[in-house]
C-alpha cells in the first residue's frame, strides 16, 4: 500500500517560499504546515516575516501563532504538532505542505528522528552556563566535539543552544544525540516526503534580506519588541530570536540604531548561509532555482511529486 505523499518546501530566509507554498496548495488543493522556529509564536509578527492574512489567500496553515513566547519549544514538541496538523489535512483529502526554514524541524519529519523531549535539569544548565561565562563557549564546544563528533559537524562554534543540547543529551540519557538519531531512523516513516528547497544567487539572496530588513524596522520592529516585553515577564527562548536579540541590545543602549539594523541584516545573511549549508547535506532534495519563474518552479515541484524529476 503506498504511503501518502507529503511536499516539503525548505530553503534560505528571504528566498520565496511563503509565496510559492500558497501559489502550490492553491493549485492541488493544499494545506500549509510551517516548518519555522519563530513563527510558532504569538504575539511576533514583523520580525519573524510571518505571512500576513492577505498574503495567506484563504489557503489554512498550521503552526503559525500556536504557542505563547513564555513556552520552550522543542523540537520534539514540533515534531508531535506538525505530525498531527499532517494528519488532520490528509482527513481531509488534502494535501500536507511542509514549508520553512528551520533544518531541525524539516529533519525531524523526513528522516523520522525522535527527539526526546528532555526535562531541562536546570542544575546542569547552570552549570554550562557558568562554565562558558569563565572558560568560555570554545572549551565547551571542544567538550561537545568529544562526546558526539558527527553532530557537531552541524553546528557552529557561537551556537551556544545547541552545543549545550547536545551536551544535555548525553548528560541526561548516556546517548549522544547521533546515537538517537540512527536508532530512530531504523522506524518505519509512514509518510514519503518529497523535498525541495529554494537555491538563488548569494548576492541577489542577500539583496532580498537587507530589503526585508528596512522593511521590518519601516513596520515597527523596535516597537513589538517593546510590546513584547511590556507583555511578557518572561521571553525565556523567544526573545534571542533573529532580529529580536539586537533590538534588545539596542534598547539596552549596548548598540546604535545604527548598528542594530546592521547587526541584523549581518546575522540573516549568516543564518541564511548556514541555511544553504545545512539543506545541502540532503541529498534526497530537488532544488528550485529563485530567479526562475513561479510558474516553472510549480512544474519542477508537480513532476517531482509525480516521480517524473531525476534529483
Known sequence: MSKPKIIVICGPTA????????QLAKKINGEIVSADSMQIYKDMDIGTAKPSIEEM????HYLIDNVSP???YSVANYKKDALNAIEEILKKGKTPIIVGGTGLYVDSLVNGIEYDDLEIDLEYRQQLEQEAKEKGLEELYNKAIQIDAEAMKKISPNDKKRIFRVLEIYHSTGKTKTEQEIESREKENPYEY???AINMDREKLYERINKRVDIMIENGLVDEVKSLINKYDELPTA???LGYKEVVSYLNNEITYEEMIE???QETRRYAKRQLTWFRRNKQIIW??????MQNNLQIILKGVNGEEEN
Open 239 to 241: 526573545i534571542q530570536g
Open 57 to 60: 489567500d484563504g489557503v489554512k
Open 194 to 196: 518529497v523535498v525541495f
Open 70 to 72: 513564555t513556552i520552550r
Open 15 to 22: 528566498s520565496g517560499k511563503t509565496a510559492l507554498s500558497i
Open 263 to 265: 547587526k541584523i541584516k
Open 288 to 293: 528550485l532555482d529563485g530567479l526562475e519563474n
